[in-house]
């Protein structure tokens, strides 16, 4: 295969997804410490394209800071009962949860990515009974 000088000079557009609702899987999760000192949660999305094909990588942050986020990420994923209950959402409850994201773009230190609009819980992931662990 012929590599062309070209390439280098494309963006990762062909791995951007326009606006819109995706499904998507919590690839890791991890506990640690904003830059302000709060507890945080570093999100990576598996996110699929919606027609059968790739998967990419969206990252997030859950920090007490955006309460609406953290509560619309826990019902979209199946984990509502941590906020009608004032449970404890840790890192590890995090992992291999599944749910609908709406995504859009922006423009970060001239780069285009995709970027987490807001978790969809219309139709949140129902977690089986007894069953509150990821794997």
Same mark, same amino acid.
């Given at each position: #295969?012929?590599?062309? /000088?070209?390439? !280098? %000079? ?7 997804? +326009? ?6 899987? &919590?690839?890791?999760?991890?506990? =640690? ?6 507890? #945080?949660?570093? *999100?990576?999305? $598996?996110? $699929?394209?919606?027609? =059968?094909?790739? /998967? ?5 942050? *859950? %920090? ?6 953290? &509560? ?12 009608? @209950? ?13 749910? &609908? &994201? $709406?995504? @859009?773009?922006?423009?970060? !230190? =001239? ?11 219309? @139709? +949140?992931?129902?977690? +089986?009974? =007894?069953?509150?662990? +990821?794997?």
């Amino acid at each position: #295969m012929q590599i062309n /000088k070209d390439w !280098e %000079t494309e963006t990762d557009s062909l791995f951007l997804l +326009p606006e819109g609702k995706y499904d998507f899987e &919590v690839a890791e999760a991890i506990a =640690g410490t904003s830059r302000k000192g709060n507890e #945080m949660i570093s *999100l990576t999305l $598996h996110v $699929h394209d919606g027609k =059968g094909g790739a /998967k990419i990588f969206v990252y997030d942050w *859950l %920090t007490p800071a955006f309460k609406k986020k953290v &509560v619309d990420f826990c019902r979209c994923v199946g984990l509502g009962d941590l906020v009608d @209950n004032s449970g404890e959402l840790t890192a590890e409850r995090c992992v291999q949860r599944t749910g &609908v &994201v $709406h995504l @859009n773009q922006e423009e970060y !230190e =001239g780069t285009k990515r995709n970027r987490v609009d807001r978790y969809d819980y219309d @139709n +949140p992931q129902k977690v +089986p009974e =007894g069953d509150d662990m +990821p794997f």
